[in-house]
């Protein structure tokens, strides 16, 4: 089978017996830089040599098949440089060309910066999107941020120290100066820092100059400030272009905030 194994995003007492278990039998690894992986053999004080392939974005793609046909034999075990493979790691074309083979893939969960920076940033946690990594354009990143202008769930960037102030002030742009942010830098290492603020002000921050590794979370968009009759007529509306009652009312609940019950039971009794 595949195995997919979480590693340490900074500390390594945060590896998982199973991980330390996984290292100590692996006959085979497939890691996204095997020097990382023999320092994570090393500092974890585990002793076995197991052969390393290199998998990453360069060559997953061609050398998918090979470990597919490799993992029909003997288990394989999948490590990115931090956190969890697949998840803006290599590893997503590996699993589903196994998928498609018929080849056993599981899971060694772990540490996740997503989820440890959704965590702490103080923002809603409910509902929420990961966005992988801002655009390195200015242009497609201001209308990927536009677009997500109206998104209602917090939203999860990965972003380098480098860019993070220009991100800062495009997210300030496309989504509101008031529009809530975390920047969480350095999760469970040393320096470890979060800054909360509004995206204008942190953008601000940011100018000075930025280091580490970061994870921004953001504040969905608020409910649009809509009446409960106009929110009827946008239900009706869309009813006439066929889509269902039910999914219509639900539809407009979510961009409006107005529940979805009532505005289906007034559409009905206007449609009646």
């Not at 890691?31 to 040599?49: C, F, I, K, M, Y």
């Not at 860019?163 to 920047?183: F, K, P």
């Amino acid at each position: 089978m595949i195995i997919l194994a979480a590693t340490p995003i900074g500390n390594l007492g945060d590896a998982s017996r199973r991980l330390v278990e996984a290292l100590e039998s692996a006959t085979v690894i497939a890691a996204e830089d095997t020097r990382t992986t023999q320092r994570l053999l090393a500092g974890l004080g585990v002793a076995n040599r197991p052969r390393l392939i290199a998998l990453h974005d360069h060559n997953e793609k061609e050398r998918a098949a090979e470990l597919v046909t490799l993992a029909r034999e003997q288990d394989l075990l999948v490590l990115s440089d931090a956190g969890m493979p697949t998840v803006s790691d290599p590893g997503y074309g590996l699993v589903a060309a196994a998928v498609a083979a018929g080849v056993q893939v599981t899971v060694i969960p772990g540490p996740s910066a997503v989820l440890a920076a959704l965590a702490v940033s103080g923002l809603p946690t409910d509902r929420f999107t990961f966005e992988g990594f801002l655009p390195r354009k200015a242009g497609d990143r201001r209308a990927a941020l536009r677009a997500l202008a109206t998104e209602r769930r917090t939203m999860v960037f990965f972003e380098s120290a480098a860019r993070v102030a220009a991100s800062l002030t495009d997210i300030a742009a496309a989504l509101g100066a008031e529009r809530r942010v975390a920047v969480c830098r350095e999760l469970t290492k040393l320096y470890e820092e979060v800054v909360r603020g509004t995206a204008g002000s942190l953008a601000e921050w940011a100018a000075a100059g930025v280091r580490g590794e970061l994870v921004l979370v953001v504040e969905g968009a608020p409910a649009a400030q809509i009446s409960f009759p106009d929110a009827v007529t946008q239900v009706l509306e869309l009813v006439r272009t066929g889509t269902r009652l039910k999914d219509a009312a639900g539809e407009v609940s979510g961009h409006t905030g107005h529940s979805s019950r009532e505005l289906y039971q007034a559409a009905l009794a206007v449609k009646n």
